[in-house]
Structure formats: C-alpha cells, structure tokens
C-alpha cells in the first residue's frame, strides 16, 4: 500500500526535528568573524545562534560575564574604551547581542575564509557558538549523515504511526518514541565523552595525548608509623 505522506512532508518533519534537536541539545557548532569598528562595543549575531561558547580576540580568550548578573548588579562598564576587551556579555533573548567591556578602541577586519585555523585565531575576533541547521548553504550546515540517520529516521517514523488515518499504529508508535528517547541519550554520552578521544588540536603535526586516569599523590607519611 502506498505511503499517504509526500516526501516534502517527510523532509519537513526530519528538518523540523533537527532544528529542535540543535537548539535544545547544542549539538551543531559553527564559527564567524565580527567586523569589529574602533569605539563600538555592541554587535548583533545571526539569529541561527543558538548559545555561545567562546569568543576569540586575536588569540586572547575573552571570558562570559553573565547578562542577568550584569543587569542586577547594575554595571555600566561598557562605555569604558579599552584597547582589547576582556569580558563579554551574550543575550539570547530576541535579538542575539554581544557586547564587549572594555569598549574596543581598535578596528578589525571581517574574515571571509576558513576560520579554524591559527592564523584566523591569531588574526581575526571569532565567535565560537551552537546554532540551528541551514540548508540552504553549500555544503548543507547540519548534523553529519550518521547522526541525521540515528536520530531522524525514528522521529519520521514515529509521527507517521502516531498521525490518526489508516497508518495509525500506536504500538509502533511507541517503539518509535521509546527508540527516539535512547538515541538522544546515546548521542549525549558521544557528546560528553568527546574531549576524552585523541583529537587533532590545530597544528599540522601535533596531538593532544589520550587522557589517562589520573594517579594518586600519597602524603609524605605515607608508610612511616605515625603516633597518636
């Protein structure tokens, strides 16, 4: 019997379910250059940013000052110039707003190349950040095929067997969702083990070392008698 739903209709609950699965679970990660102007402290970001994770000034890490701590200890601190900023602040609600502290006093230029790189770290402000799949772009901006395959192809299947009309099976429909509940477990366990992996770090010719469990330090009494 053939299937009552068009592809489009498929295509648009997998896309749907991914753009969730990216903003909910910080699954897709991305990078872009600012286009930084002397004495400006304020920046909109794309809306496809979901959550920020680092921003680079040429090399320096700068740190994440909170906006609601911001807002409740009153600070007006972002009108200070300062030659390279040290702390940001990121508002996700509505607009995507970076503002930096101190205000910049110095000009740099948007990058349009490849960003993960030294060089783009060493010469470019680059902000690292979650975002929301694009398809748009080429290639496509989303989950890579394995994980599209995992996690995807149950949440189709799932609204299939749950919509009301002949398909209707709730049983399969259960299975579908129960699989779906695991699939987001097991890629969180992926995602919270990564760092543990032998990765390539950005050199050409370097490796971070596999991490090892740490040994014990014994105090400098250790085997000698003690008296109480």
């Known amino acids: 019997m053939a299937s009552q739903f068009t592809d489009t209709q498929l295509t648009k609950w997998a896309q749907t379910y991914e753009g969730q699965l990216c903003a909910t679970h910080d699954l897709l990660i991305d990078r872009l250059s600012l286009d930084i102007t002397a004495n400006v402290n304020e920046y909109e970001l794309p809306n496809y940013v979901t959550n920020v994770t680092a921003v680079l000034w040429q090399g320096k890490e700068l740190h994440a000052k909170g906006f609601r ?3 409740i200890t009153g600070d007006t601190p972002f009108q200070t110039s300062g030659s390279i900023p ?5 508002s996700g ?7 930096f502290y101190p205000s910049p006093n ?3 230029a948007y990058d349009p190349g490849n960003l993960w790189n030294p060089t783009a770290d060493t010469n470019d402000v680059i902000v690292e950040f979650y975002r929301t799949p694009n398809y748009l772009a080429y290639p496509p901006m ?6 599209r395959q995992y996690l995807l192809k149950d949440h189709v299947c799932w609204k299939a067997f749950a919509v009301e009309g002949p398909q209707q099976d709730l049983k399969a429909a259960q299975y579908y969702d129960d699989r779906i509940k695991k699939g987001i477990q097991y890629i969180g366990l ?3 083990n990564m760092h ?3 990765m ?7 490796f971070l070392a596999r991490r090892k469990p740490g040994r014990p330090v014994l105090p400098p009494t250790f085997g000698y008698p003690v008296n109480w």
Do not use: H
Not at 86 to 90: A, D, G, Q, T, W
């Open 196 to 198: 543990k992996s032998q």
């Open 106 to 108: 110095t000009a740099v």
């Open 86 to 90: 040290f702390e940001y602040v990121f």
């Open 200 to 206: 390539n770090v950005l050199y050409d010719n370097k």
């Open 69 to 71: 701590a911001s807002v």
């Open 93 to 99: 609600k509505g607009m995507r707003v970076l503002k």
């Open 190 to 192: 992926i995602k919270e």
């Open 142 to 147: 989303q989950l890579p095929a394995w994980c």
